[in-house]
């Protein structure tokens, strides 16, 4: 047992290792990947926040909110990978070797965490460049990033799931496009108070949003405009219940799909 | 432990409606070349994925290398190297990075993996290519890094599923060397192909499979003789002296007016030439082209399975 444990992290690591080499090989492709959101945080601060003449103060707000948004991104990042990686033909050697089945998802999830991280880490430079600042204590700002990564590894195995579901590179483009409501419904930009109702109760309860206000709260990013409905005030104890929940579904059944390739 | 490698028995699997394989039944002896002979669709490429534990048959047993495929599929893989149709490397990184992360899956170790890795690149040809990502390879210094990377522990046994499908004359050479210095080692080697002239190269012992199941088996000088074995043909420059042509020819002579052609079965092939070209010049008959040559494909199928080989893809 203690062998075939051993062999589990060797094989994984061998796999982020296999991830890290192209990051290697296509540095432009990783860069691409750390400037989007950072083009989208500019452009949200000056576009809507510049719209109404209180860009720094708007920073505040929006700041946290487009890190959530970047995370639940992360979903379709990770399904176009692991779509890539599920029409190589290498898939067949890996599957036809004596290594622990499951290292190719954890490399992947291993390389997918460490990208977000450091994206979460770029954009908190900009954020900071542009006004945003935290007024908490370190401890609190560590839960924040904690949280986001949760929301992060979340999406990450809705991602695995859907990429073995789908299958095919045309179905990322379907899934690409429903992504954008997912993170668009939410509360990332603007306050669910000011919505028609039946919206901002999709708002309220969208995963996203209980992750963001939470780390409006960490942060001390003027969390009073949250709302006051049941699932604003819980968003601390949602923003952990829903990754939670969610990698308690997504990644049993991304496991069963992955080893059901022989099937 | 057995003296066959390969032990495959009623096996059967549906994709739907489709019986992929139709009760396979196949015996490899150890240290032999086997050659699965057939057309597209005909179950070569779903038989390779049973054998190398990554499809579950329906029915039927599976022993590789001494272990079941079903019960043991660990062991097997230990066992065993696969070069598909399609090259199973990593397309964006280079092939020293390719087999050090093999060598590694295999758990070689890091500093045996990367040992094994440039030992493997010199062997293959491929020790000069450096730094280069995969994708750059042509298609022939691909199948070689892919081959390589199918012999990183020295399998016990080898599956190559139309190893020289889409290669140039020269890439099949290649490969086609390759496999001959692997059979010296004493590695089983189970190889499909849709060429008989690769079976007949390559392979001791060939079954030819059509539909999912085996049609006929034996050593490809077997095969051939009981398909009719080679014929030789002979274009005459003028039509009127076709009869007086096949009755030259050894017996079973068939003529097509159109082509001009006389075509019959031979036995023993220099003989046979060296008759015919004989007769034909005592009889002073001018014959545009004379060849000797092997049953085609086509011929092959027709004769075993009474209908022309399909020619959809899988």
């Known amino acids: 047992m203690s062998t075939s444990m051993s062999w589990i992290a060797t094989d994984s690591w061998t796999m982020t290792r296999r991830e890290l080499a192209h990051w290697a090989r296509q540095p432009v492709q990783v860069l691409v990947g750390l400037v989007f959101p950072v083009m989208m945080l500019l452009m949200f601060t000056y576009l809507i926040g510049g719209g109404k003449g209180i860009a720094g103060q708007y920073a505040e707000f929006l700041v946290p909110g487009m890190f959530a948004l970047t995370m639940v991104f992360g979903l379709d990042a990770t399904m176009v990978a692991v779509t890539q990686d599920l029409n190589k033909g290498v898939i067949d050697r890996f599957r036809s070797m004596p290594m622990t089945n499951g290292a190719v998802l954890v490399g992947r999830s291993a390389a997918d965490m460490l990208q977000s991280f450091v994206s979460l880490l770029v954009m908190m430079a900009v954020g900071v460049a542009i006004g945003w600042r935290w007024h908490g204590s370190f401890a609190a700002v560590l839960a924040a990033v904690g949280l986001l990564l949760m929301l992060r590894f979340a999406m990450l195995w809705i991602g695995i799931h859907l990429a073995m579901v789908a299958g095919r590179p045309e179905m990322v483009a379907a899934v690409q496009i429903l992504v954008w409501p997912v993170g668009f419904l939410s509360n990332a930009f603007t306050v669910p108070q000011n919505m028609p109702g039946w919206l901002g109760a999709v708002v309220e309860w969208n995963p996203m949003s209980a992750t963001a206000t939470a780390v409006r709260d960490l942060f001390g990013n003027d969390p009073g405009v949250a709302g006051t409905s049941w699932a604003a005030d819980q968003a601390g104890l949602l923003a952990v219940l829903w990754p939670v929940v969610l990698v308690g579904i997504f990644l049993p059944l991304a496991v069963r799909r992955f080893t059901a390739l022989s099937k | ?314």
Do not use: C
């Open chain 2, 1 to 314: 432990m057995a003296a066959d490698a390969i032990i495959v028995e009623g096996v059967r699997k549906r994709f739907g409606e489709k019986a992929a394989l139709d009760g396979l039944d196949l015996r490899v002896g150890s240290g032999t070349v086997h050659g699965v002979l057939g057309p597209n669709g005909a179950g070569k490429t779903t038989a390779v994925r049973v054998l190398a534990t990554l499809l579950r048959a329906d029915e039927g047993r599976v022993e590789v290398a001494g272990h079941d495929v079903r019960r043991r599929p660990d062991e097997v893989r230990r066992r065993i190297g696969l070069l598909g149709q399609h090259a199973a490397v990593d397309e964006e990184l280079s092939g020293r990075q390719n087999l050090d992360m093999f060598g590694r899956l295999h758990h070689l170790g890091a500093r045996h993996a990367r040992v094994r890795a440039d030992e493997l690149l010199e062997r293959f040809g491929l020790a000069e290519t450096g730094r280069k990502a995969v994708k750059r390879y042509s298609g022939g210094m691909r199948r070689r890094l892919d081959l390589a990377a199918s012999l990183i522990t020295d399998p016990e046994v080898l599956f190559l599923d139309e190893p020289t499908t889409g290669l140039d004359p020269r890439g099949r050479a290649e490969v086609w060397e390759s496999v001959r210095s692997l059979v010296g080692g004493g590695t089983t080697v189970l190889l499909t192909t849709q060429y008989l002239e690769e079976a007949d190269q390559l392979a001791d012992r060939v079954s030819v499979i059509d539909g999912g199941r085996v049609v006929a088996d034996g050593t490809p000088d077997g095969l051939k003789e009981r398909l009719g074995g080679d014929r030789i043909d002979v274009v005459v420059r003028d039509a009127a002296q076709l009869a007086r042509t096949a009755e030259l020819l050894p017996e079973g002579a068939t003529v097509d007016a159109d082509r001009r052609l006389a075509s019959a079965p031979v036995t023993d092939r220099m003989e046979a030439l060296t008759g015919v070209v004989r007769a034909l010049r005592d009889a002073g008959i001018d014959a545009e082209d004379v060849a000797l040559r092997r049953p085609t494909l086509d011929e092959v199928f027709l004769s075993l399975t009474g209908r022309p080989k399909e020619t959809e893809a899988v």
